[in-house]
């Protein structure tokens, strides 16, 4: 399974790439204006309209497959995120002792002081 996930950053990247370098290839809905001033559809690639809808289509199935991948990139981070849940990471416990229980060898002296206004403390070993 882990080649597969390795497959898919890799598709999701390069998708990415591609989806940058395509939009910055369109133009813009504005650009129509500034062909009339010398920019010939004869030197096009496309055509004169051929371009516009090449690309957007294909911009459109690239931001398509790249929604695909990020979401299986998602199911693969969930189901790390389970396997690591079930592999023995340590987990809080409750005791259930009572609160004198709780602390062996110290004697509940709240109230008795020492003659000398101290409190008796008891002894550490």
Same mark, same amino acid.
């Given at each position: 399974?882990?080649?597969?996930?390795?497959?898919?950053?890799?598709?999701? /990247? @390069?998708?990415? %790439?591609?989806?940058?370098? !395509?939009?910055?290839?369109?133009?813009?809905?504005?650009?129509? =204006? $500034?062909? +009339?001033?010398?920019?010939?559809?004869?030197?096009?690639?496309?055509?004169?309209?051929?371009?516009?809808?090449?690309?957007?289509?294909?911009?459109?199935?690239?931001? /398509? @497959?790249?929604? %695909?991948?990020?979401?299986? !990139?998602?199911?693969?981070?969930?189901?790390?995120?389970?396997? =690591? $849940?079930? +592999?023995?990471?340590p987990t809080v416990q409750?005791?259930?002792?009572?609160?004198?229980?709780?602390?062996?060898?110290?004697?509940?002296?709240?109230?008795?002081?020492?003659?000398?206004?101290?409190?008796?403390?008891?002894? !550490?070993?």
């Amino acid at each position: 399974m882990d080649w597969m996930e390795t497959l898919v950053v890799v598709v999701h /990247v @390069v998708i990415a %790439v591609a989806l940058v370098g !395509l939009v910055l290839i369109q133009q813009g809905k504005g650009a129509d =204006a $500034g062909a +009339a001033f010398g920019g010939g559809a004869s030197q096009t690639v496309f055509g004169s309209q051929g371009s516009g809808s090449f690309l957007t289509r294909l911009t459109t199935f690239m931001a /398509v @497959v790249f929604f %695909v991948t990020s979401f299986s !990139l998602a199911i693969f981070a969930k189901q790390r995120a389970e396997v =690591a $849940g079930e +592999a023995g990471i340590p987990t809080v416990q409750e005791s259930r002792q009572a609160p004198a229980e709780a602390a062996p060898g110290i004697e509940e002296s709240a109230g008795s002081e020492s003659e000398g206004g101290e409190s008796q403390l008891p002894d !550490l070993e």
